[in-house]
């Protein structure tokens, strides 16, 4: 037998006890980065402060807004959601704020927008960096005095839930170019929470693609799940999703392939898998460190991971306890 095909079974068994293992209690977390940031999640979950979630597109960002709703005190409270990119600025400010009857043309009734409807749950901001400048403005004073003052009134209301927002631009970038309020990112960013992109976070794929196929019940054929754990996944978990769906559709009744993901040829590289493939990346690892002189940022440059992946990887080989990342620990 192969070391190929040594690591293809262990996966098959990995993968089939995922599947037989009861389904996790929120967010999928494996990884060592995804289980420090869930730490700090429910840490924050626990406070009523405003926290801006980051991370680039579909790596789950709405996912952990919901965990830190479902977590808080404000969990039999609603909870909306938002994207700021996807209506025009005049209805955002309505939908945001609320207005009067008569306020514009066709305000034949008032409404009290999403801040107070929200009641003593959670509102969150999907793709904060989108929002207009005017309305950045409106939004600050309204986090600071907590108190909205909705369009055509003539005096402010209060209200009581807590403002999630996410983004998956770096605002204080967007700041410096004159895009996002400097004064606001500071008002939102109380708590940031960063999630990393999938591909640093290689122990979740498995489970992620477990608890997708879970109602289902499908097989993944050993070529499948070997093309699931080497794919870099640009798409992060809204491309893992997708790629899954069509498989399934794609499969039938029978084990999904994988020529039914479709995912381009890569090689293996540094991803962590059992058996031969997590020996190898210790190998790489030790390697890359060595040719390097011991210089982290230049290791993870060769191997193609950030160094914060590299810090975490270490860490787990070593089997010490990783130190605190700070509230921006990636997951």
């Given at each position: 037998?192969?070391?190929?095909?040594?690591?293809?079974?262990?996966?098959?068994?990995?993968?089939?006890?995922?599947?037989?293992?009861?389904?996790?209690?929120?967010?999928?977390?494996?990884?060592?980065?995804?289980?420090?940031?869930?730490?700090?999640?429910?840490?924050?979950?626990?406070?009523?402060?405003?926290?801006?979630?980051?991370?680039?597109?579909?790596?789950g960002?709405?996912?952990?807004?919901?965990?830190?709703?479902?977590?808080?005190?404000?969990?039999?409270?609603?909870?909306?959601?938002?994207?700021?990119?996807?209506?025009?600025?005049?209805?955002?400010?309505?939908?945001?704020?609320?207005?009067?009857?008569?306020?514009?043309?066709?305000?034949?009734?008032?409404?009290?927008?999403?801040?107070?409807?929200?009641?003593?749950?959670?509102?969150?901001?999907?793709?904060?960096?989108?929002?207009?400048?005017?309305?950045?403005?409106?939004?600050?004073?309204?986090?600071?005095?907590?108190?909205?003052?909705?369009?055509?009134?003539?005096?402010?209301?209060?209200?009581?839930?807590?403002?999630?927002?996410?983004?998956?631009?770096?605002?204080?970038?967007?700041?410096?170019?004159?895009?996002?309020?400097?004064?606001?990112?500071?008002?939102?960013?109380?708590f940031?929470?960063?999630?990393?992109?999938?591909?640093?976070?290689?122990?979740?794929?498995?489970?992620?693609?477990?608890?997708?196929?879970?109602?289902?019940?499908a097989?993944?054929?050993?070529?499948?799940l070997?093309?699931?754990?080497r794919?870099?996944?640009?798409?992060?978990?809204?491309?893992?999703?997708?790629?899954?769906?069509?498989?399934?559709?794609?499969?039938?009744?029978?084990?999904?392939?994988?020529?039914?993901?479709?995912?381009p040829?890569?090689?293996?590289?540094?991803?962590?898998?059992?058996?031969?493939?997590?020996?190898?990346?210790?190998?790489?690892?030790?390697?890359?460190?060595?040719?390097?002189?011991?210089?982290?940022?230049?290791?993870a440059?060769?191997?193609?991971?950030?160094?914060?992946?590299?810090?975490?990887?270490?860490?787990?080989?070593?089997?010490?306890?990783?130190?605190?990342?700070?509230?921006?620990?990636?997951?």
């Amino acid at each position: 037998m192969t070391d190929t095909q040594r690591d293809q079974e262990a996966l098959g068994r990995q993968f089939a006890n995922l599947l037989a293992a009861p389904p996790m209690q929120g967010p999928v977390a494996a990884d060592p980065l995804s289980r420090s940031l869930l730490a700090l999640a429910t840490q924050a979950a626990r406070s009523s402060a405003t926290i801006l979630v980051t991370g680039p597109s579909g790596a789950g960002k709405d996912v952990i807004a919901r965990f830190l709703h479902a977590e808080s005190q404000r969990a039999g409270a609603p909870f909306l959601a938002l994207n700021c990119a996807a209506l025009p600025e005049a209805m955002l400010e309505s939908l945001l704020f609320g207005h009067e009857r008569g306020a514009f043309t066709g305000a034949l009734a008032a409404a009290p927008g999403l801040f107070r409807a929200a009641g003593a749950g959670t509102l969150f901001l999907d793709e904060i960096g989108e929002l207009p400048l005017p309305l950045q403005a409106k939004l600050l004073r309204a986090i600071e005095a907590r108190e909205v003052l909705p369009l055509g009134a003539t005096a402010p209301v209060p209200f009581e839930a807590r403002l999630i927002a996410a983004t998956n631009r770096d605002l204080q970038a967007e700041a410096r170019a004159g895009r996002f309020r400097e004064d606001l990112y500071w008002r939102l960013s109380v708590f940031p929470l960063a999630l990393a992109p999938l591909a640093d976070r290689p122990a979740d794929i498995l489970p992620l693609a477990a608890h997708m196929l879970r109602d289902a019940q499908a097989a993944l054929s050993p070529a499948a799940l070997g093309a699931l754990v080497r794919h870099p996944w640009p798409g992060n978990v809204r491309e893992l999703a997708n790629r899954i769906e069509r498989a399934r559709i794609l499969a039938g009744d029978g084990p999904v392939t994988d020529a039914h993901l479709d995912i381009p040829a890569a090689p293996i590289a540094t991803i962590a898998l059992p058996g031969q493939m997590r020996r190898h990346e210790a190998d790489a690892l030790s390697r890359a460190l060595a040719e390097t002189g011991g210089r982290r940022r230049e290791a993870a440059r060769r191997l193609g991971i950030s160094e914060r992946a590299l810090r975490y990887k270490l860490a787990a080989q070593e089997g010490r306890p990783r130190a605190s990342a700070g509230a921006g620990a990636p997951a």
